[in-house]
């Protein structure tokens, strides 16, 4: 019989530091509890080891995004007009310390619940961050192009921090969003989002304006930039295969990469 191997918060801090991750370090992690392996303590573990690996001189921070709270028609529900007026009445709105995570998995949801942590007020994409500089990453997360240089992403690639890929695929690297504002070509064009917020104390739905934001070419982008440059470090945390990047390295590529490849 095979003997399951249990990964520690202790195994995972050593396969952190062994893959470049140092005290005083700005880290962005995407990640997947599953990929770690059997882990002992769960995602408390690896919430506890990422925090102690970057130190109270670094930053951690995780995408804590709320897709749920999208307008019922957005992503073809299949509802009836009555069954979408019904969810648009009773949806509450965004409450950065109540409201769950949605696809985001077990670490970001266990991390934005501890306390200590930051999570900025976005209703539709918000971030949670822990450490020195959280306060500062996650405060003023405009409404309008919310993944722009002035988000909480624009924030970690001017404290030049770094994206962690724990086991997360290569297509969920939400930081590549913001060379998509930057690209010059057609594929940048304005959409709407609906979303309801607190407007004079009443909760209301309204607009706010963004770009059309993808990641269908995230994983190709990640690939070309991992054979072109030596900025990427890969390594195993547990179980999964884990990436350590530039954030600053990675976004300027993306950039130019976009411009010259997308339509």
């Not at 470049?20 to 080891?49: D, P, Q």
């Not at 993944?147 to 086991?167: A, H, M, N, R, T």
């Not at 969920?172 to 594929?187: C, D, G, I, V």
Request: glycine share 8%; with cysteine; proline share 3%.
């Amino acid at each position: 019989m095979t003997q399951v191997q249990w990964i520690t918060k202790d195994r995972i801090l050593s396969d952190l530091k062994k893959l470049g991750v140092t005290e005083g370090m700005t880290v962005i992690a995407h990640s997947s509890l599953k990929s770690i392996g059997k882990v002992v303590g769960g995602s408390v573990s690896v919430v506890l080891a990422l925090e102690e690996a970057v130190g109270k001189s670094g930053s951690l921070v995780m995408p804590t995004q709320t897709e749920q709270l999208c307008d019922p028609t957005v992503y073809g529900g299949g509802y009836s007009e009555e069954e979408v007026q019904i969810i648009r009445d009773g949806m509450p709105i965004f409450h950065p310390d109540l409201t769950p995570t949605s696809y985001m998995g077990f670490i970001p949801e266990t991390f934005r619940k501890q306390n200590g942590v930051h999570r900025s007020a976005h209703p539709h994409v918000s971030f949670a961050a822990w450490g020195k500089h959280a306060a500062y990453i996650t405060d003023i997360h405009q409404l309008n192009y919310a993944l722009s240089e002035q988000s909480p992403l624009g924030k970690i690639y001017e404290l030049d921090g770094y994206i962690l890929l724990l086991g997360a695929p290569t297509d969920s690297n939400s930081s590549l969003h913001l060379a998509e504002y930057k690209q010059q070509n057609t594929f940048k064009k304005e959409v709407i989002w609906d979303v309801k917020i607190a407007v004079d104390g009443e909760e209301k739905w309204t607009t706010y304006q963004d770009i059309n934001n993808s990641s269908d070419d995230f994983s190709l982008i990640f690939d070309d930039f991992n054979r072109d440059t030596n900025y990427v470090i890969e390594g195993k945390v547990g179980e999964a295969t884990s990436y350590l990047v530039s954030m600053r390295a990675m976004v300027d590529y993306a950039l130019n990469w976009m411009n010259n490849k997308r339509a």
